[in-house]
T-cell receptor
Framework: NAGVTQTPKFQVLKTGQSMTLQCAQD?????MSWYRQDPGMGLRLIHY???????DQGEVPNGYNVSRSTTEDFPLRLLSAAPSQTSVYFC??????????????FGPGTRLLVL | GDSVTQMEGPVTLSEEAFLTINCTYT??????LFWYVQYPGEGLQLLLK?????DKGSNKGFEATYRKETTSFHLEKGSVQVSDSAVYFC??????????FGPGTRLSVLP
């Protein structure tokens, strides 16, 4: 049971480039989400999904796309990278979003630097 | 909207000192409250949680009590160790909603 995995661990991009951050979980969790972590701002929700084929926007969705074709995978796409997207990105999952007692399980993070 | 406020860091303590990290929240209804910990270079992991007023969550010597009257969920530990050095996040979630995280408090414990 690998939990939540993320690739790559670290990436450097030039402004305007695109890339996909990968996230996978093997716990059969319905709910998956992407956060970005910036100094002094905690974690901010980018996009989330309550099940395969269903996605929605979080607090800071601009510049990012997601899709959820399977229960296991939830990739995050940067369409045209900007320096403001320099951050650490975390993927998380939980069994469902409907219960207030659900614990979220986090991946190890992807550190992204946009030059 | 819902929000979580944490004390400013960093917090620097000597080994075996008493730790308190303050957390207050704003939310309608009855949220569940969490403390997550992030060790260097890792993702967040659940430390403890409480789902209703007056509940006490505890784990690894850490404790926090859900105080609805003061909308607080302060984290405490009686004797910290160097291995407790990490960033601590307070968070809340309401039924059917997404998690809301505080900004995090960095703790450094010196030997």
């Amino acid at each position: 049971n690998a939990g939540v995995t993320q690739t790559p661990k670290f990436q450097v991009l030039k402004t305007g480039q695109s890339m996909t951050l990968q996230c996978a979980q093997d716990m059969n969790h319905e709910y998956m989400s992407w956060y970005r972590q910036d100094p002094g701002m905690g974690l901010r929700l980018i996009h989330y999904s309550v099940g395969a084929g269903i996605t929605d926007q979080g607090e800071v969705p601009n510049g990012y796309n997601v899709s959820r074709s399977t229960t296991e995978d939830f990739p995050l796409r940067l369409l045209s990278a900007a320096p403001s997207q320099t951050s650490v990105y975390f993927c998380a999952s939980s069994y469902s979003s409907a219960g207030t007692q659900e614990t979220q399980y986090f991946g190890p993070g992807t550190r992204l630097l946009v030059l | 909207g819902d929000s979580v406020t944490q004390m400013e860091g960093p917090v620097t303590l000597s080994e075996e000192a008493f730790l308190t990290i303050n957390c207050t929240y704003t939310a309608t209804g009855y949220p569940s409250l969490f403390w997550y910990v992030q060790y260097p270079g890792e993702g967040l992991q659940l430390l403890l949680k409480a789902t209703k007023a007056d509940d006490k969550g505890s784990n690894k010597g850490f404790e926090a009590t859900y105080r609805k009257e003061t909308t607080s969920f302060h984290l405490e530990k009686g004797s910290v160790q160097v291995s407790d050095s990490a960033v601590y996040f307070c968070a809340l979630v309401r039924y059917g909603q997404n998690f809301v995280f505080g900004p995090g408090t960095r703790l450094s414990v010196l030997p």
